[in-house]
């Protein structure tokens, strides 16, 4: 699994962000799993798992995640880019796939955020 990220707007967390996904293949649900989002952005995320999620080349494997950035529940299915394993974990790059509102969304969320975020210092 290689890619190169080419995306100028990415949001680093100074500690990661509590999530969950579902592992979806062929659209079906399967397992239900924490994970942490190291980094966001409109059109895909970086997290870690404790769980290796397994490559399947007879069928699509998505994760459908759910997080909040701020105080929204943001709905977003991902396919992963790339996998690498650190320490324990798992670390995962995922692309979003076109669902329309979700990047508007998560683009208002972190706007929030960060104003919250400068307000507070």
Known sequence: MG?????GFRFTFGAPIAAKYTVLIDGKQET????????VS????KM??????????NYLVQLELEFILDEVLIKAIGEIVWKKKYGGKYQY???????PGIEELIVSELKIRRKKEVSRK
Do not use: Y
Request: net charge negative.
């Open 3 to 7: 890619f190169k990220r080419t995306e």
């Open 32 to 39: 239900k799993h924490a994970c942490e989002i190291i980094d």
């Open 42 to 45: 409109p059109h895909g995320m």
């Open 48 to 57: 870690f798992s404790s769980h290796e999620i397994g490559e399947n080349t």
């Open 93 to 99: 790059g995922l692309i979003f796939e076109n669902q």
